[in-house]
């Protein structure tokens, strides 16, 4: 079930949950963490935060989504103030701002923080823009939230003070599901390190890394032998413990990263982070700060769940496609899972499904796989998550039960 942005000021608050949930966005600043379940809060707070930081040096992509989609986010920020919101900071740093950040700054007519003027008045309403010195450590939610609003993270979530962060890329993705519908399929991302050219592509989720690899000059045949591949950036990425040709991206990639295996294990901090960023002198290298190319891979391999971190909190999708069945980009090919906090996938190529397993879903293209489309399966039922509108609870219908009209589905207790 999905709601346009026309009309979100008459939607409810369970519609809007259930729309982020049904187009399976996951914080793509690199956590991953189900946004949905975040928004289901949504009428606890007033304040939305934008963590338009993106402190990796090789990182642009949040950069060029505020430079490229000015209207669209500013339509955006426009809905969500006339429905949700009291005010909407921007938190950017404040050496983007000509390149980057000014035209969204005047496209939303917002009050400007520059770095000795921060906090944020707390009486501030609509779009600010709190602009930050350039500090790696920004970056990080806990961080700045204090330093924008004053408000100390602990054991709490910014939810608890009043408060919804997301970063750009996830805004986006919401943006265009609430105006056409679209569930996220594909994702903007960065190859560096080790490779002879930084790139910025955009790919489906699952591209495997040989694929990324190759965009960047560096087939998976030339890794010189103490070659590492690590999903992240320069200052917080984490070894990747499969082939390059099994690692699909997530949704919450950012980047792949070559580096030699002796810098992995001496920069390795707590809990498996690697730090290289005093390793490489990013400042001397070229890099794209659009994206140049889409791949357009002969499989992909989707995750069940988007950060195997949060395995316990958040639940693996659950597949509702078998191998030999023929999928679009875009049909759901995994429900949420009805134990806890979960999101559907969705293919993001067409293709033929050709494996099925706890960890991911392989789809291949079917100019590689030769196929027919599957068969309808028993049962018309709906098929994906939606919610009851006299009790306002969520609930999957079953997939043997007659359809219904997914904007009125009413759930048994309640008939």
Not at 65 to 75: D, K
Not at 158 to 165: A, S, T
Not at 362 to 367: L, N, S
Request: hydrophobic share 35%; proline share 7%.
């Amino acid at each position: 079930m999905n709601i346009s942005l026309s009309r979100l000021e008459r939607t409810s608050v369970p519609e809007i949950t259930t729309t982020i949930r049904n187009a399976g966005i996951g914080g793509a600043g690199g956590a991953g963490f189900p946004s949905y379940a975040k928004w289901e809060r949504v009428e606890e707070v007033d304040s939305l935060l934008i963590n338009h930081q993106e402190s990796e040096p090789n990182f642009f992509v949040d950069k060029w989504l505020g430079q490229t989609h000015t209207a669209a986010l500013a339509t955006l920020f426009d809905a969500l103030l006339d429905r949700l919101f009291d005010v909407i900071v921007v938190a950017a740093k404040e050496v983007d701002r000509n390149e980057y950040t000014s035209e969204l700054e005047a496209a939303t007519d917002a009050t400007v923080y520059l770095p000795e003027e921060l906090p944020v008045d707390d009486a501030e309403t609509g779009v600010v823009f709190a602009y930050t010195d350039d500090r790696y450590e920004y970056g990080m939610e806990s961080v700045l939230l204090r330093l924008v609003d004053g408000t100390i993270i602990r054991d709490d979530l910014p939810m608890d003070h009043g408060w919804i962060v997301q970063n750009t890329e996830s805004i986006y993705n919401m943006y265009r599901t609430f105006t056409e519908g679209t569930p996220v399929t594909h994702k903007y991302l960065h190859v560096d390190g080790e490779v002879p050219r930084h790139r910025f592509l955009r790919a489906p989720i699952g591209t495997p890394a040989t694929e990324l690899l190759r965009a960047a000059g560096r087939p998976v045949t030339e890794l010189p032998a103490d070659a590492v591949l690590a999903d992240g950036g320069p200052g917080w990425c984490f070894l990747i413990d499969e082939p390059p040709d099994r690692f699909g991206i997530r949704k919450r990639t950012n980047c792949l990263l070559v580096i030699d295996e002796e810098t992995a294990t001496e920069q390795t901090l707590g809990e498996d982070r690697i730090n290289i960023l005093t390793e490489y002198d990013h400042s001397k290298q070229e890099m794209e700060t659009e994206p140049t190319a889409t791949i357009d891979p002969d499989y992909v391999r989707i995750p069940l769940i988007t950060n195997t971190a949060f395995q316990g909190i958040v639940e693996p999708s659950h597949p509702i496609v078998e191998p030999g069945d023929h999928v679009e980009t875009g049909q759901m090919i995994a429900t949420p899972n009805s134990m806890g906090i979960s999101i559907p996938q969705h293919a993001s190529i067409d293709g033929t499904v050709t494996d099925v397993s706890e960890r991911c879903i392989e789809i291949e293209t079917d100019d590689r796989v030769r196929s027919t489309r599957a068969r309808a399966k028993t049962g018309t039922g709906i098929g994906y998550w939606t919610w009851c509108v006299t009790c306002g609870s969520h609930a999957i219908p079953p997939m043997d039960e007659p359809m219904l009209d997914p904007t009125r589905y009413v759930c048994p207790e309640c008939r």
